[in-house]
């Protein structure tokens, strides 16, 4: 009997979903409707315990509980491979949208409400699957809304196992083999960055905005160490300098430490996003002038929207000439380090003073997984340390350097080098490349559709330098209109209403913004590695057929 699916690919072959795009999107409900039936029904076949009279209280650390959990855990464990298998298949939605009053409300027996009686484990397995079933797919090659996109198999297993575990990464103590694949890890890091490996410092934080605070708090300790007893009121008024277009988390971090957001102080860029190296000079003179101490400079390695690279080694020389701390923000563009072919578009990062690095960005490392990296081995310590005496005693009967966790702001730490650590030894430092190569691949590969086609309007010319593609779909409706404010009202639009029918439907998804004077544009993002060419013309087409009558 043929099934939906192979009629879908016979007709392919023929051309019908070019004819008729309607008769496909219709074609691949029907399936996706199949596939949970069988998915329904294997799991019902295959079970033989009832789930519908236990609750969790039956479960280890229960009494003769061992099965009973060993046999819960099948059941989840068949529930995430066949989350996994969907998130690769094409056939199937990247979401199955609903608005937050139906989710609130419930949906065909997914609530999420709690009460104050147990539920049975029946119907907690029916919770997992509908919290997989209606979220997004980050991990489907159709999924381009975010930096962070992908689902790495070896990684997964990683974070399983680290869940596992359920240690806290602060002290060798209680977490030995992790303490020392941080510090293998950082190692790399730094080797990759370009500073002796025995001499450098860091620490794995919960994602870039931790990671970009630890560079403004380490900095202004460095300048300035009586901050940390004294507070703010013992120095002068500081300014710090970073781009336009940088990202938002260095004015929070001001606004965390006391420094201030009006103390941040915003660099002109190119049409391309970057800095202006003689505007930063220009900023650090007007700073001086009027009585200010400059600090701190952040220059960006990988732009949020643009994926621009900041200058580096002309704003080091800044740094140099006026003795200030020079951050990198490579939460982004640190994994280009990962490539022979472009991590040349880093020169100049190993004169940063610190680094912000996000693995789980463009090296594919499943959420979180961030680094901040410091070039003077110490400062890490001295700035944060207050030996709390019942973690950090100092006489420990080993080398109690390995209690990492007093150069942290936090105390309780998650593990996530793990999942990292397991990836590089799947792929090696190759492996990386290759990954990295293949994402920068596809942004060519889309910057050069869209530049031969008249539909389309690329934000700027010139290719891609990360893996960022910006653009405008321009429907029918706009591409006689003149240049204008009415032109530019309505092209603002047209994003937005598109987002709005490719959420709904559920075939892609893509994310969109205004920056500076340009209206609402697609901005596209390549971190997958499962993401083909031909997902790119797929998404090229859906565009289309989605804002062609607009």
Known sequence: METAASSVETLKAKGKHKEDPLWLKTQQLIIQSENESKERQSGTESRTTNFSTMYGRDLLPAKNGEENTKQFLFEVVHILLNYVSKSFDRNTKVLDFHYPHQLKDGLEGFSLELSDNPENLEQLLVDCRDTLKYGVKTGHPRFFNQLSTGLDVIGLAGEWLTATANTNIFTFEISPVFIMMEEILLKKMYEKIGWPS???????????????????????????????????????????????????????????????????????????????????????????????????????????????????????????????????????????????????????????????????????????????????????????????????QPDKHYDVSYDTGDKAIQCGRHVDVFKFWLMWKAKGAEGFEVQVNKCLDNAEYLYNKLKQRVDFTLVFDGKPEHSNVCFWYIPPSLRELPNGQERSKRLHEVAPRIKAKMMEEGTTMIGYQPQGENVNFFRCVFSNPATSKADVDFLIEEIVRLGNDL
């Not at 025995?198 to 900095?219: H, Q, R, T």
């Not at 970073?242 to 004015?251: A, G």
């Not at 020079?326 to 072919?341: C, E, I, N, Y």
């Not at 959420?367 to 901040?372: N, T």
Request: net charge positive; proline share 4%; with cysteine.
């Open 198 to 392: 025995e001499e450098g410092d860091g620490i794995f934080s919960p994602g870039g905005s931790i990671s970009n605070l630890y560079s403004v708090l380490v900095a202004r300790y460095y300048r300035f160490p009586e901050a940390k007893t004294k507070g703010m009121a013992s120095v002068p008024r500081l300014v710090l300098f970073t781009s336009e277009h940088s990202h938002y988390s260095i004015k929070k971090a001001a606004a965390v430490l006391g420094i201030g957001t009006e103390n941040v102080i915003l660099v002109k860029c190119n049409e391309r996003g970057k800095m202006i190296p003689s505007e930063l000079e220009l900023k650090i003179m007007e700073t001086e002038m009027k009585g200010f101490v400059p600090f701190y400079v952040n220059a960006t390695a990988g732009t949020t929207v643009y994926g621009a690279i900041d200058p580096l080694s002309e704003i080091a020389d800044i740094c140099e000439k006026y003795k200030l701390w020079m951050h990198v923000d490579a939460a982004w563009g640190g994994g280009l380090l990962m490539s022979r072919k472009h991590s040349v578009k880093l020169s100049g990062i190993e004169r940063a003073s610190s680094v912000t690095w996000n693995p789980h960005k463009l090296m594919g490392a499943p959420l979180q997984c961030s680094a901040i990296l410091v070039r003077e081995k110490g400062l890490l310590q001295l700035c944060n340390q207050l030996c709390a005496d019942y973690l950090f």
